[in-house]
């Protein structure tokens, strides 16, 4: 149902400002749980506005969004941690573990403890590549390098650092 007169929520700076609150609160301590009543006192509108503009403006429904941004919790923790799966899922804000896998296969299309598996076999086959191609990966692109070197040389910044180090 189209309202003539209200202004959508990506058009409103109040509004969005107020939406942005919320957001940010869900991405701050996205473990916890965020009821829409508990996301519209945050900004400080009624629950349906809020989940109606929060939907307008971002794209997608708050639970929905929580939903992405524990997954995407999870997978940093899955590849980079050697947490066990269990206590990825309650410090992620999953009150089960069966949910948390199921949740996350049906968003990833994998099982947890296979991408685990994946990302522990690509740090393997690091070993296998080149230093010098895993260093030139880390290297800035050479437009912004040579944009750095012509600032730091206007501004002196350059000689300053050859100083120090003589």
């Known amino acids: ?44 509108v009624s629950e349906a506005h809020f989940a109606r503009s929060f939907k307008q403006a971002f794209g997608v429904p708050p639970h929905r969004y929580l939903l992405t941004r524990r997954i995407e ?24 573990l069966g949910t948390f896998g199921r949740t996350f296969r ?9 991408v685990r598996a994946r990302a522990r076999a690509a740090t393997h086959d690091l070993g296998r590549v080149p230093e010098c191609i895993v260093n030139a990966a880390h290297r800035p692109d050479l437009k912004t390098a040579v944009s750095e070197k012509r600032r730091q040389s206007l501004d002196g910044t350059n000689e300053t650092v050859q100083q120090e180090i003589s």
Request: glycine content about 6%.
């Open 1 to 44: 149902m189209n309202r003539p007169n209200v202004t959508p929520a990506s058009q409103d700076p109040a509004l969005l400002r107020r939406l942005l609150r919320a957001k940010d609160r869900m991405d701050a301590a996205s473990h916890e749980e965020w009821p829409v009543g508990r996301l519209a006192q945050v900004s400080g």
């Open 73 to 96: 919790r999870a997978m940093a923790l899955l590849r980079d941690t050697d947490q066990p799966i269990t206590d990825i899922a309650f410090a992620t804000g999953w009150s089960s």
């Open 106 to 114: 049906d968003v990833t299309g994998d099982s947890p403890s296979a």
